[in-house]
C-alpha cells in the first residue's frame, strides 16, 4: 500500500518514536497523546481495518495483544491499561491501517464510553 500512512510508518519513510520491532509487527508513540502511555501497535504488513482480517491475520493479531502488556509496562502503565481497536466508519477510525492504541499511565484512564 504506497500511500498507506503506516505503511509508510512500517517501511520507515515516515519517522516515528518506535519502541518495539519485530518480523510482523511495530510498536511506536501516537503522535498526538490522548494519555501520559499511548503507544499504537501495528502489523508491519496491510490490513486495512478488523473489519477485513482473514485466518492467516491470526498469528499477527494474537502478537500485537500478546506483547501489549510488557511494552505498557515498560513505558510507563505497570498497573494495567486499554487496549482499543477503532474500526470503521462507527468505530471513528481515522487511519485505515489496522491499529490498536494502548493507553494508560499512572492514573485511571476513565470510564470505557461517554453513555449517550
Ligand atoms: P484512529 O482514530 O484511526 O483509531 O487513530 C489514529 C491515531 O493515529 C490517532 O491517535 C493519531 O494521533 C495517530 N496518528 C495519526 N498520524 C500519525 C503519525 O503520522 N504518526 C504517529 N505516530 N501517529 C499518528
Ligand atoms: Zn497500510
Request: charged share 20%.
Amino acid at each position: 500500500m504506497d500511500d498507506c500512512l503506516f505503511c509508510k510508518i512500517a517501511r520507515g519513510q515516515i519517522p516515528s518514536r518506535k519502541v518495539y520491532e519485530d518480523d510482523e509487527v511495530l510498536v511506536f508513540h501516537d503522535i498526538n497523546p490522548a494519555r501520559p502511555v499511548h503507544l499504537l501497535v501495528i502489523p508491519k504488513h496491510h490490513i486495512t481495518s478488523l473489519a477485513t482480517v482473514s485466518e492467516a491475520d491470526i498469528p499477527v493479531l494474537g502478537r500485537m495483544l500478546a506483547i501489549a502488556n510488557r511494552l505498557a509496562s515498560e513505558q510507563g502503565s505497570p498497573d494495567g491499561f486499554r487496549v482499543i481497536i477503532n474500526t470503521g466508519r462507527i468505530g471513528h477510525q481515522e487511519v485505515p491501517h489496522l491499529h490498536a492504541h494502548i493507553v494508560g499511565g499512572s492514573e485511571p484512564v476513565g470510564p470505557m464510553l461517554k453513555r449517550i
